[in-house]
Structures are given as C-alpha cells and as structure tokens.
T-cell receptor, first 111, second 111 residues
Framework: KQEVTQIPAALSVPEGENLVLNCSFT??????LQWFRQDPGKGLTSLLL?????REQTSGRLNASLDKSSGRSTLYIAASQPGDSATYLC??????????FGTGTRLKVLA | NAGVTQTPKFQVLKTGQSMTLQCAQD?????MSWYRQDPGMGLRLIHY???????DQGEVPNGYNVSRSTTEDFPLRLLSAAPSQTSVYFC??????????FGPGTRLTVL
C-alpha cells in the first residue's frame, strides 16, 4: 500500500531564504507526482506535476525533483516571500486512479 | 472555463439527514474524484469515476454514494449523515495523468 510522508510538518523561515520541502513515498512504481499549495480555508492549487519519466520540473521560483528509486521528491522554493506562506501538499499517482496525499508542510515566511 | 465548481460552500446537517454535494467541471475531463480533508489526516479519497457510468470506491467510501450520468457532473450523496462525516469535501478532475484540478470545497458540519 502506497504511503506518502512529508517532513517537516511545519516550517518557519525569514523572508528571502531558500528552502526545501520533502516528500517521500513507499512504492516507487508511480505514474506521476504532483505538488499543490493550499491557503487557509481554500482549495488546492496545482504547482508542479512531474511525470514518472521526468527528473524535475520548474515554474518561476519553484523547482521540484523526483527520484523514484529512492522514493523521494523535493520542492525547492527560491528567495521565499511572505506570500509563499501556505500549506504545501504532495500527491502520488500509482496508476490506479487513486492519488495518495501526504499530510502537508505548513510554511510560514516571516517579513 | 469555470474549472471545477462545487455547491454548496457551507452546510450544516443534523444526524440522520441526507444531502447531495454537487460537483461539475467544464474541461471535458474523464476522471473525477471526491476527497475529504480532516485535520492531521490529509486528503482521503472517497469515490472516483473514470468516465460516465463508471464509478469505484476509494479509501473511505462508507456512508457515501456517487453516480456519473454525464461527463460534467459527479454528485456525492450522504445517505444518513453522522458527526464523523463533519469535514471539508473537495471534488477534483483531470485528463489521463495530467494535472489534477480541485474545486473550492464544501465545509460540512453534522450536529
């Protein structure tokens, strides 16, 4: 059974810092991995989708990497801003139409 | 495109009442799903559908019914509401292994 873990559960950093969020999964046979952002009381917004054949994806200040063999993905946020404060979720698609989500990392960027 | 829409945004029910949460998408996605989000537990899949007339159970299906008569609509029915069903419910859709899009959510309280 696929399990997805995100560490740390919460993170507080000063503005301008580069940071890394971690996502690990137990079964390396995945179709893709997706990173989402969720603001309080809101829905999920897709940030980056990495297909199983890809190693990384980039969008602006965000870079996500995928290492299937080790069961890990990282989301790198460059030059963090207070507007980046949110909960970040990763989700794994194991090809059975069932996305498995981690419990998220709650990020606070201090001005 | 409106994307994924959900109604209502908020709902309060008494134990034993029934209701339907509505979900619609205008992106012609074949795959639609329902999740519930509870504190500390992340998002858990309730039911999903891979096309009109085809539905299947997710991780936590008990107490919920779904149907998919059209590509656009995927309603979630609570048969006899229980306090344990107090949660935030999200509907999502996608095409193949592409990005999954989420609705804004329905916050349900069962007294």
């Amino acid at each position: 059974k696929q399990e997805v873990t995100q560490i740390p559960a919460a993170l507080s950093v000063p503005e301008g810092e580069n940071l890394v969020l971690n996502c690990s999964f137990t079964d390396s046979a995945i179709y893709n991995l997706q990173w989402f952002r969720q603001d309080p009381g809101k829905g999920l917004t897709s940030l980056l989708l990495i297909q199983s054949s890809q190693r990384e994806q980039t969008s602006g200040r965000l870079n996500a990497s995928l290492d299937k063999s080790s069961g890990r993905s990282t989301l790198y946020i460059a030059a963090s801003q207070p507007g980046d404060s949110a909960t970040y979720l990763c989700a794994v698609d194991s090809g059975t139409y069932k996305y498995i989500f981690g419990t998220g990392t709650r990020l606070k960027v201090l001005a | 495109n409106a994307g994924v829409t959900q109604t209502p945004k908020f709902q309060v029910l008494k134990t034993g009442q029934s209701m339907t949460l509505q979900c619609a998408q205008d992106m012609n996605h074949e795959y639609m799903s329902w999740y519930r989000q509870d504190p500390g537990m992340g998002l858990r899949l309730i039911h999903y559908s891979v096309g009109a007339g085809i539905t299947d159970q997710g991780e936590v299906p008990n107490g919920y019914n779904v149907s998919r008569s059209t590509t656009e609509d995927f309603p979630l029915r609570l048969l006899s509401a229980a306090p344990s069903q107090t949660s935030v419910y999200f509907c999502a859709s996608r095409r193949g292994t592409d990005t999954q899009y989420f609705g804004p959510g329905t916050r349900l309280t069962v007294l």
